[in-house]
């Protein structure tokens, strides 16, 4: 069974400052990783996945994630926050085995942009 | 149009009353999906399907059950609704490994 612990539930930040969001799995199996983005009062929309290749994944507004497999982890960042990055981010994992590709979520981040 | 449909987007109920959460898409997929979202525990998967004939449970599907009703069409109810149902319900649709396409979600108020 797979498992996805975002490690911060809030993260406060102010305008212009970088910021982590810290995402670490575990899984029998090989896995694609994913992290979405829930604005207020909104669906879920991807900003960037990993499916093989290089580790490093850039996604839409300026975000970006590394995936490091030893120590089971896909931290999403970006260098400098918006106002209208406050949202709630939810970091998920996929197998790709026979079992399809149920998607896992984490319990979310949220993040405050403050001005 | 969206590509993924929810209906109601809002809704309240009485303990005890038997509900039904649409959803709808134009994706085309075959895969659907119906979670659940609570503060604090992200999303939780409910139901899935693979195809019209293929119906699965997923980590917290009692007191629910599902219809394929078409390729395009999943639908969750609720047998008996009960307060701690209350929830905010989301849809998705998938093409395989990829990620998922969202609906805009149900909030479900069980009174």
């Known amino acids: 069974a797979q498992s996805v612990t975002q490690l911060d539930s809030q993260v406060p930040v102010f305008e212009e400052a970088p910021v982590e969001l810290r995402c670490n799995y575990s899984s029998s199996v090989s896995v694609y990783l994913f992290w979405y983005v829930q604005y207020p009062n909104q669906g879920l929309q991807l900003l960037l996945k990993?499916?093989?290749?290089?580790?490093l994944v850039k996604g839409i507004n300026g975000f970006e994630a590394e995936f490091n497999k030893s120590q089971t982890s896909f931290h999403l960042r970006k260098p400098s926050v918006h106002i209208s990055d406050t949202a709630e981010y939810f970091c998920?994992?996929?197998?790709?085995?026979?079992?399809?590709?149920?998607?896992?979520f984490g319990g979310g981040t949220r993040v405050l942009v403050k001005p | 149009d969206a590509d993924v449909t929810q209906t109601p987007r809002n809704r309240i109920t009485k303990t005890g009353k038997r509900i039904m959460l649409e959803c709808s898409q134009t994706?085309?997929?075959?895969?659907m999906y119906w979670y659940r979202q609570d503060p604090g525990l992200g999303l939780r998967l409910i139901y899935y399907?693979?195809?019209?004939?293929?119906?699965n449970k997923g980590e917290i599907s009692d007191g629910y059950s599902v219809s394929r009703q078409a390729q395009a069409k999943f639908s969750l109810s609720l047998e008996s609704a009960i307060p701690n149902q209350t929830a905010l319900y989301f849809c998705?649709?998938?093409?395989?490994?990829?990620?998922?396409?969202f609906g805009s979600g149900t909030r479900l108020t069980v009174v």
């Open positions: 399907s693979f195809d019209v004939k293929d119906i």
């Open positions: 998705a649709t998938s093409g395989g490994g990829y990620g998922y396409t």
């Open positions: 994706k085309g997929h075959d895969r």
């Open positions: 990993y499916l093989s290749g290089s580790t």
């Open positions: 998920a994992v996929s197998d790709y085995g026979a079992a399809g590709n149920k998607l896992t």
